[in-house]
């Protein structure tokens, strides 16, 4: 018989849902938000509340922000002609962190994975090639994951820029094949993008 409130199983459902969040896991964090200060526990609830009211994609760049336009992407201190393409929009956070790059950003919301039922259609690529048209862009660094899919996409992209006049490179090597840009640290990072390499 399980005798834990209707209340807690359904808490601990929801935290088994979670990347990384095993059954142990869950337990040790319900255990913790029974014991916890209420206020504490009515911050954690009104932060996620927040998070899926307030956070929205740039309509620009697909970042993830509160404001849209991103404050990346109205930054007039900025490097307005190079674009950072990254797989997923919280590594901007990561690359961010390196204090190396100071240009624009492009999330792609995935990479292609033709397995799984993922084409260009289902990604930012579009509107990816539409910010390259002009004369504003000069450089795209595809700094997608070290991965086969990340490794398709960045080639995939690269065709589709390639008669549009831009320079396109990619992080250099140091972050492990088959990891994430994200994962990597920020030393790691900010020298893969100091050291790029043309494609």
């Given amino acids: ?26 337990r040790s964090l319900a255990e913790h938000l029974l014991i916890a200060d209420p206020a504490e526990v009515a911050g954690l609830a009104e932060a996620l509340n927040r998070l899926h009211g307030r956070v929205r994609l740039c309509s620009v760049c697909s970042s993830l922000t509160e404001g849209d336009p991103c404050p990346i992407c109205v930054d007039p201190e900025r490097d ?8 997923k929009p919280t590594t901007v956070w990561s690359v961010e962190d390196t204090r190396q790059y100071h240009g624009l950003y492009h999330a792609l919301l995935g990479h292609l994975s033709p397995l ?35 490794e398709t996409t960045a080639l995939y ?3 589709r820029l390639e008669n549009l006049g831009v320079e396109i490179s990619r992080p250099a090597s140091g972050i492990p094949v088959g990891g994430e840009i994200a994962a990597a640290d920020q030393l790691t990072l900010a020298k893969a993008l100091q050291s790029r390499r043309k494609l």
Avoid: N, Q
């Fill in 116 to 150: 799984h039922g993922v084409g260009p259609e289902d990604l930012t690529i579009d509107r990816l090639v539409e910010r390259c048209r002009g004369d504003e862009i000069t450089e795209v660094i595809l700094a997608t994951d070290p991965t086969v899919e990340g």
């Fill in 80 to 87: 307005h002609g190079t674009i950072l393409v990254v797989e």
């Fill in 157 to 159: 992209i690269a065709r």
């Fill in 1 to 26: 018989m399980d005798l834990r409130p209707a209340a807690v199983r359904v808490l601990l459902e929801h935290l088994e849902r979670l990347p990384g969040v095993g059954p142990r896991t869950a």
